[in-house]
Nanobody, 124 residues
């Protein structure tokens, strides 16, 4: 298990950008696939982007860009925010064993470690 701590959420105006960060409290950070999901009220948790332990990146098309450093941190940059982006954003981590393909890492059920979530509210 690894503890994940997100930060950077808040209330923003539509059209602006936002930077969320996630710190993983583990020395084995390079061995984890890291991902960002979000949950909009009334909807299931949805995949946004991931960078696998192998370095392979995957993301939904659009305004979400993820980066990670070698030590403990991942960043989610959201550009041109829309009111429909309002929701709770979660960082997730999964220990890497073998690369299992995009569909595996896009499925929230395959992640054992989750942050507490950070709220993003976008006003028009």
């Amino acid at each position: 298990q690894v503890r994940l701590v997100e930060s950077g959420g808040g209330s923003v105006q539509a059209g602006n950008s936002l930077r969320l960060s996630c710190t993983a409290e583990t020395r084995a950070f390079p061995t984890y696939t890291m991902a960002w999901f979000r949950q909009i009220p009334g909807k299931e948790r949805e995949f946004l982007t991931a960078i696998r332990w192998s370095g392979v990146a995957d993301s939904v098309a659009g305004r979400f860009t993820m980066s990670r450093d070698a030590k403990s941190q991942t960043i989610l940059q959201i550009s041109n925010l829309l009111p429909e982006d309002t929701g709770t954003y979660y960082c997730a981590a999964q220990m890497g064993v073998a690369d299992k393909g995009n569909s595996y890492y896009r499925d929230a059920r395959n992640y054992d470690n989750w942050g507490q979530g950070t709220q993003v509210t976008v006003s028009s």
